[in-house]
């Protein structure tokens, strides 16, 4: 790791030091340091092996994807009455890790909070890789996935509209806005630090590294005037995210809400699955920053007051979801409503039963350990909480979808759900490739934003941060 | 004039204040299209050189209005006029069930807005500019600062003007070839 000491000399100001980052650091060494893992560091023996492993992953998936346009979506556990299995859970779960990345990036700079800066980089491209691979599984479950772009209102031959009173017609315009959204946010952020790529790039003589990071980042030169332009319009991206994002999920529990199966039926389920979101997508940004500070020194930017910050949040976030379950249970209760009532009890003892705790204990009582400050600040402890919370997460979505449908209204058409060997190919092959994604953006891209970095360095001087 | 054409006169600092400071003083000085660069947004700086607020604004508000009224109107087109169906009796124009399409595409619209009117304001992309001919013009995204007075303003003459930046006791002044 490179102390800030030996790079600072061409530095006239340092930073003071504060809980969000570590003294000593100015304009010059902060700046080297995030573009030389880009532009000079070695990629390593460990990252070569995550590419393999991850690499291995994504063929999986490709092979699982193959076969199931060969063959249908008979290859994979769903059947009438489970027509929504794995494929619409892990939709779910992914469109909610990718949550936290927006929410980082737009609500914390609204709010002010300084440190935001260090990890809103990585969020958003974390919210961008779960957000696409989210899209990918509703669109594989279609049937016949060639024909997805029936969903787009465009004049046809057909003579037919997408049906508009429909929640999965509202979920794609939900899902290709918020693609296309934290892509522009995502992207925009980025281009003064390609600015900075292309140039070191060339000061180091590196021709076809300048040629295109200097394509990507537009001709960006820094002016005042555009500066301003830039910050203006970047507030107002964050401005537009906010709502996006409370919309996005609340969309996607529309998917279930509107429907009248028991436990579906709810009006609690859009705040429910936006703070679910918050939870599983605070718990990714834990699981991946950890090891990206560790791999890459980057501890004096990504703080151990982040990662308590972001424990913070998943506390919070965790007494939001459970809020979320003691309300369904007991207004199933109240309602008197047989049909609830039965639901509830079934995902208590049903076949489905140890799954509910396991989930309870990871989403509910796990995270409690958060109250004591030794957990907070104990980076391998967080790491293993923050997979718990994952796997919790992912319960709760397969739940969600599955427990409802397996015993709705008429016992004579009660059924199963298992999943196939397809089922958990393309669950962990999704996996692979968001950790593939990611692991080509660590090397490729700036994983923290450089520009705002040398501001925070600023107002650390100034004492302000 | 015989000189070579030039694009203007670039001097370095090496600081936010220092940049401020030289800023204000050659603005002082009558000087209306000074440009200044940095590494990153410096509060204020925008107003000492004269940048506008411009029409970002109000060009995202259009955005998201046009992004807005199309789809609803897209979907009350096809709902009500081309392919009329009577679900359940429900009345063709069912506004409510139109929001999260209408919702999703003005956010939709007024980020692209926002986003494109940032860039095309801007003058981006724009990959060639002058300044990068100056070698050491690319430290401005990294620790320096720099103040340029272009030849285009009207008050720019070579001699005062390279007298003026001599006055702030810059790092570096370069001229900057068109």
Same mark, same amino acid.
């Given at each position: 790791?490179?102390?800030p000491d +030996? %790079?600072a000399?061409?530095?006239? !100001?340092?930073s003071r030091?504060?809980?969000?980052?570590?003294?000593?650091w100015?304009y010059a060494?902060?700046t080297d340091?995030i573009?030389?893992?880009v532009? +000079?560091?070695?990629? #390593?023996?460990r990252w070569?092996?995550?590419?393999?492993?991850?690499?291995?992953g994504?063929?999986a998936?490709?092979?699982?994807i193959?076969?199931?346009?060969?063959k249908?979506i008979?290859?994979?556990?769903?059947?009438?009455?489970?027509?929504?299995?794995y494929a619409?859970g892990?939709?779910v779960?992914?469109? #909610?890790i990718?949550?936290?990345g927006?929410?980082?990036s737009a609500v914390?700079?609204?709010l002010?909070?300084k440190?935001?800066?260090?990890?809103?980089r990585?969020?958003?491209?974390?919210?961008?890789?779960?957000?696409?691979?989210?899209g !990918?599984?509703p669109?594989?479950?279609?049937g %016949?996935p060639?024909?997805?772009?029936?969903?787009?209102p465009y004049?046809n031959?057909?003579? /037919?509209?997408?049906?508009?009173r429909?929640?999965l017609?509202?979920?794609?315009?939900?899902?290709?806005?918020?693609l296309?959204v934290s892509?522009?946010f995502w992207?925009?952020g980025?281009?003064?630090?390609l600015?900075t790529?292309?140039?070191?790039a060339?000061?180091?003589?590196? %021709?076809?590294?300048?040629v295109?990071?200097g394509l990507?980042?537009?001709?960006?030169r #820094?002016?005042?005037?555009?500066?301003?332009?830039?910050?203006w319009?970047?507030l107002?991206l964050?401005?537009?995210?906010? &709502?996006l994002v409370?919309s996005?999920h609340?969309?996607?529990?529309?998917d279930f809400?509107v429907?009248?199966?028991?436990?579906y039926h709810?009006?609690i389920f859009?705040?429910?699955f936006?703070a679910?979101?918050l939870?599983?997508?605070?718990a990714m940004?834990?699981?991946l920053a950890?090891?990206?500070?560790?791999?890459?020194g980057?501890?004096?930017?990504i703080t151990?007051?982040?990662?308590a910050?972001?424990?913070?949040v998943?506390?919070a976030?965790?007494?939001? /979801?459970s809020y979320?379950?003691?309300?369904?249970m007991?207004?199933?209760?109240?309602?008197?409503d047989?049909?609830?009532?039965?639901?509830t009890?079934n995902r208590?003892?049903?076949?489905?039963g140890?799954v509910?705790?396991?989930?309870? +204990?990871?989403?509910v009582?796990? &995270?409690?350990l958060?109250?004591f400050r030794r /957990?907070?600040?104990?980076v391998?402890l967080?790491f293993v909480?923050?997979?718990?919370?994952n796997?919790?997460?992912?319960?709760? %979505?397969?739940?969600?979808?599955?427990t409802s449908l397996?015993?709705d209204?008429?016992? $004579?058409?009660?059924?199963?759900?298992?999943?196939t060997?397809w089922?958990?190919i393309?669950?962990f092959?999704?996996?692979?490739?968001?950790v593939?994604?990611?692991?080509l953006?660590?090397r490729?891209?700036p994983?923290?934003?450089?520009?705002?970095?040398?501001?925070l /360095?600023?107002? $650390?001087?100034? #004492?302000?941060? | 004039m015989?000189a070579?054409?030039?694009?203007?006169l670039l001097?370095e600092?090496?600081?936010?204040?220092a *940049?401020?400071?030289?800023?204000r003083h050659v603005?002082?000085?009558?000087w209306t299209? @000074?440009?200044?660069y940095?590494?990153f947004?410096?509060?204020? *700086?925008?107003?000492?050189?004269?940048?506008e607020k411009?029409?970002?604004?109000p060009?995202?508000?259009l955005?998201?209005?046009?992004?807005?009224?199309?789809t609803?109107?897209?979907?009350w087109?096809?709902? @009500?006029v081309?392919?009329?169906?009577?679900i359940g009796g429900r009345?063709?124009?069912?506004?409510?069930a139109?929001?999260p399409?209408?919702?999703?595409?003005?956010?939709?619209?007024a980020?692209?807005?926002?986003? @494109?009117?940032?860039l095309a304001l801007?003058g981006?992309?724009?990959l060639y500019?002058?300044l990068?001919?100056?070698?050491?013009f690319?430290?401005a995204s990294?620790?320096?600062?720099?103040?340029?007075l272009?030849?285009r303003?009207?008050v720019?003459?070579p001699?005062p003007?390279?007298?003026?930046?001599?006055?702030l006791h810059?790092?570096?002044?370069?001229? @900057?070839?068109?």
């Open positions: 790791m490179s102390t +030996t %790079r000399e061409t530095d006239s !100001l340092h030091g504060s809980a969000v980052l570590r003294p000593g100015g060494s902060v340091k573009a030389n893992i532009l +000079t560091d070695r990629f #390593g023996w070569w092996t995550a590419f393999l492993f991850a690499s291995a994504v063929f998936l490709l092979l699982a193959t076969w199931l346009l060969v249908g008979g290859i994979w556990g769903v059947d009438i009455p489970v027509a929504w299995g619409i892990n939709f779960w992914w469109i #909610g990718g949550h936290a927006t929410f980082i914390l700079l609204l002010r909070q440190w935001r800066t260090s990890i809103n990585f969020a958003e491209a974390m919210t961008l890789f779960a957000a696409g691979i989210a !990918l599984f669109i594989l479950h279609l %016949r060639w024909f997805f772009y029936w969903l787009v004049p031959v057909m003579n /037919v509209w997408p049906q508009w429909s929640p017609v509202w979920d794609f315009f939900a899902i290709a806005t918020y296309t892509l522009l992207y925009v980025l281009i003064p630090d600015a790529l292309r140039d070191r060339g000061q180091r003589g590196e %021709r076809k590294s300048q295109t990071y990507l980042a537009l001709g960006w #820094g002016e005042a005037r555009h500066w301003a332009r830039y910050e319009a970047y107002l964050a401005g537009l995210a906010t &709502p409370v996005v609340t969309i996607v529990s529309l809400a429907g009248n199966t028991p436990g709810s009006t859009p705040p429910y936006v679910g979101a939870f599983s997508g605070f940004v834990l699981t950890i090891p990206l500070r560790h791999a890459f980057l501890q004096d930017f151990g007051r982040h990662l910050n972001a424990a913070k998943l506390l976030t965790s007494w939001l /979801v979320g379950y003691m309300a369904e007991f207004t199933a209760f109240y309602s008197g047989v049909y609830e009532r039965y639901m009890v208590f003892a049903g076949p489905y140890p509910y705790w396991a989930m309870l +204990t990871c989403n009582l796990v &995270p409690q958060f109250w /957990v907070r600040h104990s391998a967080l909480l923050s997979l718990v919370i796997c919790g997460m992912w319960m709760e %979505r397969f739940l969600i979808v599955v397996h015993r209204y008429l016992p $004579s058409a009660w059924g199963m759900f298992y999943p060997r089922d958990w393309t669950l092959g999704s996996i692979a490739l968001f593939w994604l990611f692991l953006f660590v490729f891209l994983s923290i934003s450089i520009a705002e970095m040398r501001e /360095v600023r107002e $650390s001087a100034q #004492g302000e941060a | 015989n070579p054409r030039i694009y203007g001097a600092f090496p600081s936010a204040e *940049l401020c400071a030289a800023a603005r002082a000085r009558g299209r @000074v440009e200044a940095s590494p947004p410096i509060d204020g *700086l925008g107003e000492i050189i004269g940048a411009g029409w970002i604004a060009l995202t508000l955005g998201g209005i046009l992004g807005g009224a199309g609803y109107f897209l979907q087109y096809a709902a @009500v081309d392919y009329p169906i009577n009345p063709l124009n069912s506004w409510p139109f929001i399409a209408t919702f999703e595409i003005t956010i939709l619209g980020a692209l807005a926002a986003t @494109v009117a940032m801007n981006l992309p724009r500019h002058p990068f001919e100056v070698e050491e690319e430290l990294r620790n320096r600062f720099f103040l340029c272009p030849a303003d009207p720019f003459a001699g003007a390279r007298d003026l930046l001599a006055e810059p790092l570096l002044l370069r001229e @900057v070839p068109a």
